[in-house]
């Protein structure tokens, strides 16, 4: 049977388990960023590991928003994982990570109760080789935001934001926006006879990849290529900070999406549901 091997702090977590995490990257990029955050605040979280026969089949943290942010997995080590925070009194407000890890789970917490998706979000993530990605395409130059320029990386955040379906927290973007300007990771870029006309940038990143973000053309001008010149301009970027992989999420499951029609590749489905 499984064994939940729980840990005391943060750093014997993720020596333990940083290797099995690495096994699925780009499944698994969300570690780093809250590991990240937590170290620098200096708050705490519950953190543990299923293993098997001494070997890691699932990652888990329950995080300071009181959600179990679990990794990629089996559903047998999902399982185990939502019977053990049962016998823990676990009080979650939700579950995310990979689809597959969370729909076990969340079939196993909510047993004897009425299971609703009405509060679940679903993402496809996407990755790309730089160096494939950038081999048969020109690298646009992009511009570094600087302070000077909030004014407008403000009212593009918030369509943004709006424009998301369903939309999301402005002032958290905002705040992400801000972060990734001040880092250096934020980008706009510019056309002879257009102006500025398209955003976008890198809020988290892993040992291998950078992950990007907000990635955003006004309507006036889309459909004029230029949200596929920003990904290649922002592709170039990563490869120059010296990582070999970019990854994204998106929520648009149209015809026209812009990640399948640049030809990355569909890596997994990562969903949040909300109790």
């Known amino acids: 049977m499984e064994k939940v091997q729980a840990y005391g702090d943060l750093a014997t977590f993720f020596r333990n388990s940083v290797h099995f ?56 080590a999902s399982i185990r994982l939502a019977n053990y925070g049962k016998e823990k009194n676990w009080k979650i407000q939700g579950v995310t990570g ?38 048969s395409r020109q690298v646009p130059p992009l511009k570094v935001v600087e302070p000077a320029s909030w004014p407008r990386v403000q009212a593009w955040t918030t369509l943004f934001a709006n424009e998301s379906e369903p939309p999301l927290d402005c002032n958290a973007l905002l705040s992400m926006s801000r972060t990734m300007m001040l880092k250096g990771n934020l980008f706009l870029m510019h056309k002879k006879g257009v102006g500025t006309c398209a955003m976008g940038g890198f809020g988290r990143s892993t040992p291998h990849s950078l992950v990007i973000n907000e990635v955003f053309v006004p309507k006036e001008l889309r459909g004029k290529g230029y949200g596929e010149e920003l990904i290649a301009g922002l592709v170039g970027q990563a490869e120059a900070k010296g990582k070999g992989n970019c990854i994204l999420f998106s929520d648009y499951e149209g015809r026209q ?19």
């Open 21 to 76: 995490l690495l096994d699925a990257e780009f499944e698994n990029n969300l570690f780093w960023e809250v590991i990240h955050n937590l170290e620098k605040s200096g708050e705490s979280a519950w953190t543990g590991n299923v293993f098997f026969e001494g070997k890691i089949f699932l990652s888990s943290m329950v995080m300071p928003s009181g959600y179990l942010l679990l990794s990629n997995g089996t559903k047998e």
């Open 98 to 135: 990979p689809d597959e890890s969370v729909t076990s789970f969340v079939h196993e917490w909510l047993k004897g109760k009425k299971e609703s998706t009405a509060c679940k979000k679903e993402f496809m993530i996407y990755s790309t080789s730089c160096r494939s990605f950038l081999k």
């Open 257 to 275: 999406n812009l990640y399948d029609r640049l030809e990355f590749e569909k890596i997994a489905k990562f969903s949040e549901l909300s109790f």
